[in-house]
């Protein structure tokens, strides 16, 4: 079972040139994740020694260089800088290899014709999970790229596809993702809306007989 979403980095291209001349440098507030992963790609401990990086359309240790060079070339370098996803695991259920390789035909199908893109897997966490960025300019015509809801859908399907491919099980019928700061919240054990209300429904859950107790448990909690 996999789970993926994708959003915007929106900056100007002297962001991406700051950080490649500088990679200690401070950079824009809400585009840390996008920078991060080329960290990852300069710290070969993070990544098994490289092994779990992987670039199309362009080379990684200058992926970076080679998406600024696309933007100059085609004179679109501010607004949306990039486009930046992950795709995350049910814990235990994929090893490293194989989370790395579905990723990596996720973006090659939905982008790889068109657009510069990395992925890494990342090993820190409990749950496996892959980021993914793009250039938000092709390098084949200088389109920029639009993400819309068949985009959207298109993603989820191809990766449900690879997912029962490789024997792994699919959300048959999911539910909106939350937004991605309450997510991030979410995996950090933070406490949002949403699992205060589960728990308070898990408990409600344990202390009622009938129809009636549920209704009054979760009455007094708030709900």
């Not at 491919?165 to 048959?172: K, M, Q, T």
């Amino acid at each position: 079972m996999a789970t993926t979403s994708l959003w915007h980095i929106k900056g100007r291209l002297s962001d991406l040139i700051a950080y490649v001349e500088n990679p200690a440098k401070t950079v824009p507030k809400g585009s840390e994740d996008f920078f991060n992963v080329f960290s990852y790609i300069q710290n070969p401990q993070k990544t098994a020694d490289g092994s779990f990086v992987t670039a199309l359309n362009c080379l990684k240790q200058t992926a970076l260089q080679q998406m600024i060079l696309t933007k100059q070339q085609y004179g679109k370098e501010d607004n949306y800088i990039a486009w930046h996803g992950y795709q995350s695991f049910k814990p235990g259920e994929v090893a490293p290899e194989r989370c790395h390789e579905i990723c990596v035909k996720l973006v090659r199908e939905m982008w790889g014709e068109q657009f510069q893109l990395i992925v890494t897997t990342h090993l820190d966490k409990g749950h496996l999970h892959n980021h993914f960025c793009f250039n938000s300019v092709s390098f084949q015509d200088g389109q920029k790229y639009n993400y819309s809801k068949a985009e959207r859908q298109r993603l989820r399907d191809i990766s449900d596809s690879l997912c029962r491919e490789y024997g792994l099980s699919v959300i048959e019928h999911g539910r909106k993702a939350p937004c991605r700061p309450v997510w991030l919240d979410e995996q950090s054990g933070k406490p949002t809306r949403y699992n205060l209300m589960r728990e308070a429904l898990d408990a409600a859950l344990k202390v009622s007989v009938d129809g009636n107790d549920l209704r009054k448990a979760l009455q007094g909690a708030g709900l």
